[in-house]
């Protein structure tokens, strides 16, 4: 009688586990973003995705949507609020759209390299503006990843800022990447990205702007005479949970997705900075010719003639940015 009350239990037991194992399995998350499966950003992300399902026993499954699956960056953003998405990784100019000040960090000549990025994250200014950021949207930032430095790429030499006037130019459609060009004297068009390869190629546009990376990656190379090594804009990514996860998990839970998320980016990171320093060497294989600029004199510039309050940013936390070491 004894043996069998203890093999009922024991199965009861193993039910029991069982059960409570596959309820937590239910916990079924989706992750976005925009980005390319090859890219840093998604494989990153994919495997952040299984290790927050290893760390928590399995409790969490997540599937990664890559390339605009659930839609563009404004959809995704929306769905953090609309139940849609529950992790996104997406940039500042968006969670500006939400909280404008946080989008201090796309005024052009913010951060010195990445390594002055990577050291804003983890500094007071950092944390008030991502708090800013969470108060008004609800949606909690747990990582930043490196994006790279945004350079230009032109048909026509250029050496200082100066010699930018005039130049039919393609920027994106976002303030704070026109503030340079304009400032410099640049005529830009808003042309659409899967169209800039074409239009450079044709000569409806001498130039564009963007990360060494995404210059090698859409070929703009084979359109295009000259790297000029601007380096306006330090560009990243934010890895953010909706407000509606963020408050449901536990402290421990909370925890390990902070901690992957971060060792996520630290990873996404290290490749981008490996790849983008190979390029320069690459741009002039293929024969370009790449120019090193006095970036100071294109910050002037753009101090001088753009105004912070265009943006809603606030100059003080750009200027406790620059205090940043």
């Known amino acids: 009688m004894l043996k069998k009350l203890t093999i009922a239990f024991a199965a009861s037991a193993a039910a ?14 989706k992750w976005a973003h925009v980005y390319e499966t090859s890219e840093p950003f998604h494989t990153a992300s994919v495997w952040a995705a299984g290790e927050i399902n290893k ?17 563009k960056e404004t959809d995704i953003n929306q769905g953090l609020s609309l139940g849609s998405v ?10 500006a759209k939400s909280f404008p000040p946080i989008g201090v960090t796309y005024y052009p000549y913010t951060f010195r390299d990445a390594d002055h990025l990577l050291a804003y994250t983890k500094s007071d200014v950092f944390k008030e503006l991502a708090k ?15 994006y790279g ?12 800022c100066a010699d930018m006037k005039g130049l039919k130019m393609r920027v994106p459609d976002v303030p704070a990447y026109l503030a340079m060009p304009r400032a410099c004297g640049a005529n830009t068009a808003p042309i659409a990205f899967a169209e800039v390869y074409l239009a450079l190629q044709n000569g409806t546009v001498e130039a564009q702007e963007n990360p060494l990376t ?112």
Do not use: C
């Open 86 to 95: 529950d992790i996104i990784i997406s940039g500042s100019s968006f969670a």
């Open 214 to 325: 995404t210059i090698e990656a859409k070929k703009f190379y084979e359109v295009q005479k000259h790297i000029v090594l601007t380096g306006h804009i330090v560009d990243h990514l934010n890895t953010v949970v909706a407000g509606a996860l963020w408050k449901k998990l536990s402290e421990e839970d909370r925890k390990i997705f902070t901690d992957v998320a971060q060792e996520a980016a630290a990873k996404a990171t290290t490749e981008i900075k490996t790849n983008e320093a190979k390029l320069v060497d690459f741009f002039k294989q293929k024969g370009l010719t790449v120019t090193e600029v006095n970036k100071d004199e294109f910050r002037d510039t753009v101090i001088k003639t753009t105004k912070f309050e265009t943006f809603d940013y606030r100059k003080s936390d750009w200027d406790r940015i620059q205090a940043v070491k």
């Open 55 to 71: 760390r928590t026993n399995g409790r969490y499954q997540i599937d990664v949507y890559p390339a605009s699956q659930l839609g």
């Open 149 to 160: 430095v945004r350079h230009t790429s032109s048909n026509k030499p250029i050496k200082a």
């Open 132 to 146: 800013g950021y969470e108060d008004k949207s609800g949606h909690h930032i747990v990582a930043v990843t490196y």
């Open 16 to 29: 029991l586990l069982a059960a409570t194992t596959s309820g937590m399995a239910q916990a079924k998350l």
